[in-house]
């Protein structure tokens, strides 16, 4: 009897040292200033990685994690604007642990980015990559997403006013580079831009922007890059939470305001957030007066919900929501003359939800699975503000009304494996199909004339269009990539490739559907033309990539990479129908998609106190749609044909585009920093020896940026760019300039229950009349914003 109570007595004491856990507090204190830093990210990481902890510290920079098992964990800290802090502690009683981290002045990489369909730190991925965070957007006064990217190198703003803009990369526009939100296809390739501002940007956590050819993981169109904005969300907690913020913003330039509210919660298990959003501005002032028509008021929503399902499997869920209306579009090639535009509607809604698992087994490390819902609206006004007249009438079109419905579904099923320490290997499958619904009405007054020129009648006329016919684009590809390391991790390779098919289908169209005379509807009109016929077509392409990256010393390493790319004609370019008059503009559905071959080799610095990056590339692009001079030849309902001049597009023109960008940062005396960015791209069409159109000219900053602990940073910064006399048929020369901006941030202030910090600046400081060259093709804008003075505050709770 005694020995068996001897054993249970030691069975006990031994699950009860088994089952022990214990708990880790502490704060997360700036190291210079002892400022209590909120919102820092803490993990423990296990040393088998079975057991992982992660918290994020509450306002006064306190974090609490309990139920740890005893052992030695890597514990991480991680901040936007801070060093990266790590170090070995064995966890085995209830310990109070401060964290004490630096203030990074510079960029070494550690950044993580996941547009690579991976998480990695910048530093271990070879392709050229600029991350724009969210502290750079506070700094700046971000109109939309374009205007921050403007300023990285190779990467430039091209508009329609403030609201609507556009991004070209390496002198490849809009319809050659894929725009993703969380990873999810923007698909709206118009004769309008507005790619870029479909989404609030005080919701962005941060972009990446992947220049050169990657349609290896992302398919059709990214022969130019990636721009993947990648919005906030809450986050999971080793404690519960709950917290929130407001920003308020005013620019002068337009009279913008901007507020907003988030709230966030969490816990182990579960996150929720909700945010909201509100914009309003007036017409933009320029040096040589105000730009009419430039006004804009905007309006977001979003919501995200996570939940841990198990420890290793994940469920995200997450709706957006924009609305922006009385947009005015001040100009254009699409809006052609005197006449007036407006974005009556401009809408997005989207709904993405997640699954994942990880640790499926040792090799088997995640299998994700993605699905998105996205409808777009751009309903336009258009007030031509033009009349014909002859000797016997005045034909005045009085407004049209284009209006285009965009939906997008998608889904993606991607596996990552490791099959040894030095190998990742990644194989997905994703499938997403856009279609397009258009349709147009223009009120058009006839007034018709007697002898002596006075108006006997009037006739309203309303002619109803389908611009585009009813039209639908598909794509399904599987997509793999290997990453294997050689010479003790400083050789890394990577070779990924694609295979797409593509599927494009589409209505009957014709000229126009119905004419309303003074009130009679004619569902039958005579004179129709057939414009394009019921069709479907399937199309197959194929991609590929190659990525070196060798790291000569911890601080110094060199990359090369290589693609082949391609891009499926859009269905605009393939649909299209636009009446001139004496011509037509007119579409393809026959065109074959466009082939890209790239080629881009860099070196990287990254010592603590000097950051440098230079890459110099090519690109041959080979049947390059364009137009091209031709006959249309089309069918009468009544079965006549006939033909008309027309501009068609065709697979014409090979190009190639060269160039080299760089930038740089410089630590040089205690807190100043001297930082820089430049680029070059010189665009050719090889078939005709003729420039490229909507080319930037070569363009450089350079500023110094100064931060003085417990009070405030500053940063001056001057942006030249030179002539631009390279220019296609139909292009303006454009002149060099050199503009200053100054922008400072108070540090962070601390009051009773929340914490304040203030942002402001100047832009165009000299109030400098100056012109945007890939804004000059666009009609009617040539003078950019002026004088900007701009102040912004964020508070936490």
């Not at 085995?92 to 950044?111: H, P």
């Not at 580079?177 to 831009?193: Q, S, Y």
């Not at 399937?538 to 060199?558: P, Q, R, V």
């Amino acid at each position: 009897m005694k020995k068996t109570a001897k054993i249970l007595f030691f069975l006990l004491i031994s699950f009860s040292s088994f089952s022990q856990q214990y708990e880790l507090s502490g704060i997360v204190i700036d190291i210079k200033t002892n400022e209590k830093l909120g919102g820092v990210h803490v993990q423990l990481i296990g040393q088998n990685q079975s057991n992982n902890y992660y918290v994020v510290t509450n306002l006064s920079g306190e974090f609490n994690i309990t139920g740890i098992e005893k052992g030695e964990y890597q514990i991480i800290s991680s901040y936007v604007g801070y060093k990266k802090y790590q170090e070995l502690k064995l966890i085995d009683s209830n310990t109070e642990f401060d964290i004490k981290i630096e203030k990074e002045l510079i960029d070494i990489g550690e950044v993580i980015v996941s547009s690579m369909r991976q998480e990695q730190r910048i530093k271990d991925v070879p392709v050229p990559l600029e991350i724009v965070d969210q502290k750079q957007i506070e700094l700046s006064s971000s109109f939309t997403a374009s205007d921050v990217l403007e300023q990285e190198p190779g990467v430039s703003m091209a508009r329609d006013g403030v609201w609507a803009t556009g991004i070209n990369i390496r002198g490849l526009n809009q319809q050659r580079i894929v725009m993703l939100v969380d990873g999810n296809r923007i698909e709206t390739a118009t004769d309008l831009m507005a790619s870029m501002s479909f989404f609030d940007v005080d919701d962005i956590e941060r972009i990446e922007v992947i220049k050169g050819a990657s349609s290896s993981l992302y398919g059709t169109g990214a022969m130019g890059g990636i721009v993947n904005v990648i919005t906030k969300n809450a986050y999971f907690n080793s404690s519960k939470y709950f917290n929130g913020s407001i920003n308020t913003g005013y620019n002068s330039v337009n009279e913008l305001f901007t507020r907003k509210l988030t709230f966030k919660s969490g816990s182990k298990r579960w996150y929720a957030s909700v945010s909201g959003s509100m914009r309003d501005a007036n017409d933009v002032n320029t040096p040589e007066g105000i730009i009419q028509n430039s006004q804009f008021e905007d309006q977001s929503i979003s919501a995200s919900f996570g939940l841990k399902v198990k420890e290793n499997h994940i469920f995200k869920i997450k709706y957006q929501y924009f609305d922006a209306d009385n947009v005015g579009i001040p100009g254009g090639s699409a809006l052609p003359g005197p006449s007036t535009a407006t974005y009556k509607d401009a809408k997005r809604q989207m709904i993405s939800a997640n699954y994942e698992i990880k640790d499926i087994s040792e090799s088997f490390k995640l299998l994700n699975f993605r699905y998105f819902h996205q409808y777009i609206v751009r309903d336009v006004d258009l007030i031509p503000n033009i009349s014909t007249s002859t000797e016997t009438s005045i034909t005045t079109p009085e407004l049209f009304t284009p209006s285009g419905d965009h939906t997008t579904d998608g889904a993606q099923i991607q596996s990552d494996w490791s099959f040894s320490e030095n190998n990742s290997f990644i194989a997905g499958i994703d499938i997403w199909r856009r279609k397009l619904e258009t349709s147009r009405e223009k009120y058009i007054r006839v007034d018709m004339l007697d002898s002596i020129g006075d108006i006997v009648t009037t006739n309203n006329i309303i002619r109803g269009e389908t611009p585009i016919p009813e039209s639908c684009f598909g794509s399904a590809g599987l997509y793999l990539q290997n990453e294997q390391k050689f010479l003790n991790d400083d050789l890394k390779l990577i070779i990924g490739g694609r295979l797409d098919g593509i599927r494009i289908a589409n209505e009957q169209a014709f000229d126009y559907d119905y004419l309303i005379m003074n009130g009679t509807r004619n569902d039958s009109p005579p004179n129709q033309r057939i414009t394009f016929e019921e069709n479907e077509e399937y199309k197959l392409s194929w991609s590929a990539n190659l990525g070196i990256l060798y790291a000569l010393t911890d601080d110094l390493d060199f990359s090369l990479n290589a693609g082949r790319s391609f891009r499926a004609p859009s269905l605009e370019e393939s649909f299209k129908y636009i009446d001139l008059g004496s011509k037509v503009r007119l579409g393809d559905p026959n065109l074959d998609p466009e082939k890209g071959y790239s080629l881009d080799i860099g070196m990287r610095v990254w010592k603590p106190k000097f950051q440098f990056k230079v890459n110099g590339f090519v690109n041959w692009l080979t049947d390059m749609i364009v137009e091209e001079s031709g006959e249309f030849i089309y069918s009468y309902t009544t079965g006549t044909v006939d033909t008309i001049p027309a501009l068609i597009n065709a697979n014409v023109d090979e190009a190639r585009l060269y160039g080299v960008d760089f930038s740089f940062q410089y630590n040089f005396y205690k807190s100043f920093v001297i930082h820089g960015a430049g680029s070059y791209v010189r665009g050719e069409n090889l078939k005709n020896d003729t420039n490229l159109p909507l080319i930037t000219p070569a363009n450089g900053r350079i500023g110094i940026r100064y931060h003085l602990p417990k009070y405030f940073g500053a940063d001056l910064i001057a942006i030249g760019f030179a002539d631009q006399d390279k220019i296609a048929d139909g292009e303006t020369e454009t002149k060099g300039f050199a503009r200053y901006d100054f922008r400072v941030n108070s540090s962070v202030i601390k009051i009773d229950f929340a914490k304040v910090q203030f942002f402001g600046g100047i832009e165009n400081i000299g109030d400098l009349a100056y012109t945007n060259h890939l804004a000059t093709n666009r009609g009617a804008i040539s003078i950019e914003p002026g004088r900007n003075f701009y102040v912004k505050m964020k508070v936490l709770f």
